[in-house]
């Protein structure tokens, strides 16, 4: 038998999907478990959002990165005419 043989024989997906009972993973059980003592609050699938603030234009953005950049540009420039 051929090692591509052993690896479909070991790893036959078909046969796994066929089987008539799959039993639940390790976390499921648990949350079956915790459930059935303490069971959760009703929740909604997805939350209303939370209001959002106003929004700065792009173009006020642009101008504070800017701004700073030039900055320190004027910063570095007077940091280095004070060291001659």
Sequence with gaps: ???QDDWQREFD???ADAAEYKEPSARARMLAARWKENPPDPAPFRPD???VGPRRSSWVSTAIVL???AAMIVLLGYAQ???Y
Aim: charged share 20%; aromatic share 6%; with cysteine.
């Design 81 to 83: 005419l004070r060291t």
């Design 13 to 15: 997906h078909r046969w």
């Design 67 to 69: 701004g700073c950049v």
């Design 1 to 3: 038998m051929t090692g």
């Design 49 to 51: 959002p939370e209001p």
